[in-house]
């Protein structure tokens, strides 16, 4: 996860926003398949802790798709996401205004940037990302839990290595082909502070 962080900033140097780098690395260099596939059971989460009040009509079909999907899986068999989780463009028909902030936040891409901050600050995990229930490690999958009807999503180790190597190498054919050299993206100063701390500082300046 740190190697995709640090690939993200010379990807992407003058975007402030890490999150926000460290998807569009995924997105533009990782060639990842499932790197556009939502998280059905993830994306249910979001929609049970994010109470909306008179939901429009996108909103409750998307509820309904959702629930329609979960409850066709099959409990004590391991379901593989590529099998059961659509891509975003399958779910465009439930799209407004509001509820393409809930399928994005649900797609692949960004759960790792959930998981990165998993370990960053709390120096723990979430739940399942260290799991291992599978001999098949190419891809996530899900394992269910029959007693409480819940399902576990688990991206294996090799999963992210794979995905760090596709960024890394794609991302350096890009520099060679462009005669880039990416050290010269970033600017090293005597000061340790980068703009963005800069900029926070100022602001509490400003307002103190």
């Known amino acids: 996860m740190t190697l995709l962080d640090t690939l993200s900033l010379y990807a992407f140097p003058s975007s402030s926003n890490n999150r926000r780098r460290f998807v569009n690395l995924i997105d ?71 509820t393409k902030y809930l ?36 891809s996530p999958y899900y394992i269910g839990t029959i007693g409480e009807k819940s399902w576990t999503l688990i991206i294996p180790s090799q999963v992210i290595s794979a995905v760090v190597k596709g960024c890394s190498q794609n991302l350096q054919a890009y520099f060679e082909n462009n005669n880039i050299d990416p050290y010269n993206q970033i600017l090293f100063t005597e000061c340790w502070f980068s703009d963005r701390d800069i900029k926070w500082l100022e602001d509490k300046i400003k307002k103190s």
Request: proline share 6%; with cysteine; glycine share 0%.
């Open 28 to 98: 533009t260099y990782s060639e990842w398949k499932d790197k556009d596939r939502v998280s059905i059971p993830q994306l249910q989460h979001l929609i049970s802790r994010i109470k909306v009040q008179t939901p429009p009509q996108k909103y409750t079909e998307l509820i309904t798709e959702v629930t329609k999907r979960i409850e066709s899986w099959e409990y004590a068999k391991i379901h593989r996401s590529s099998e059961v989780d659509p891509l975003m463009k399958d779910l465009n028909n439930y799209v407004d205004n509001l």
């Open 103 to 138: 399928i994005n936040s649900a797609c692949y891409s960004e759960l790792l940037w959930v998981m990165r901050n998993w370990p960053v600050h709390t120096f723990s995990k979430p739940t399942g990302s260290s799991a291992d229930f599978s001999n098949d490690k190419s």
